[in-house]
């Protein structure tokens, strides 16, 4: 019988929040070419000279306002979410957790697949939209980290799931209730952004396309069908339908930028600051690219954008929490799998009746 194993794959965070764990997870982050993709020598010189000597302390300060007694929210939100889905499929599939950066490795969780048995193995990269500094890197570091053995185990990769309704149906349970209680005058729907030469590089058209015209992402056509801001547009429009929100009503933004080439706009930042100064008093934010709350969503946007917004003369900048490990989140996850992965699960794990609704059925 074939024993299959899933490995959820996240980005990765710090071991901790002090300055030296910062600097050692930022070293391997930003030493990766697919997220600073410039010459070798070039990288170097701008991770050695210009960010590692300044940005670790700083990140660090950042990381410490949303470290909790179980460590970093983005780990601990995973481990629940592995925990939940060894659950749900009854004990036939191992489950694991890995990093692309830091801890829990890929290699480690390789080894535990090992080490269980495991025939066949589905990654689910935890990233709803396509992008090579996210997605692209940590299935390449599996494969990378795969082919060291001599047996190399058999993978299927979940594709990005942007528009999966399993996943809008999910982030709109969520923020549904937040909505109806605050009345936002504003909806900001915000990414993490990229910069503008990963987008025109994912162009499949040779660079006729992307960010071409004001109308590049309005619709997903083979040109883009990689580009991470067509696909963010995509998940915005799928979630406005979701939440019944109208044209007016909501905005997508992309956050997180780093250093002075162009990144994709508008900026998260600025547009807050500027809907203040325009008189809006209520903004809620939703950040669609991220399943875990993390230092992007609970320190950039739910502590800074908030306190800025709130000094420009807003009264109310509410985030909308990200799935973690909710049940929701569980079921639409089983659901994506479902559709992407040529699973059977074991007797033991399918349900009593094509009626039963468990989740080890849906696992097919």
Known sequence: MTRWGLMLLNLGTPDSAEVGDVRRYLGEFLSDPRVIDISPIGRALLLNLVILPFRPRKSAEAYRKIWTERGSPLLFHGQDLRDKLAAALG???????????QSPSVASALARFREGGIDRIAVFPLFPQYSSAAFGSAVEKVYVEANRSWNVPAMSVVPPFYDHPAFIEACAALARPVLEELRPERVLMSFHGLPERHVRKSDESGGRHCLCSAECCDTIVAA???????????????????LDLSARSYEVTFQSRLGRS????????????????????????????????CLETLEEIGLRARADFL????????????????????????????????FAPPPQAAPQSAGSGTAAGRFR
């Open 262 to 293: 162009p990144w994709i706009k508008p900026y998260t930042d600025l547009r807050i600051n500027e809907l203040a100064g325009q008189g809006v008093k209520r903004v809620a934010v939703l950040s669609p690219s991220f399943v875990a709350d």
């Open 311 to 342: 000094a420009r003369g807003g009264e109310e900048l509410r985030l909308v929490p990200s799935l973690n490990s909710t049940d929701a989140w569980v079921q639409a996850l089983l659901r994506i799998l479902r559709d992407a992965v040529p």
């Open 91 to 101: 004990g036939g599939v191992q489950v694991e957790l890995a990093m692309r950066y």
């Open 224 to 242: 883009n069908r990689n580009c991470y801001r067509a696909q963010a547009f995509a998940t915005a429009r799928a979630l406005a339908a979701a």
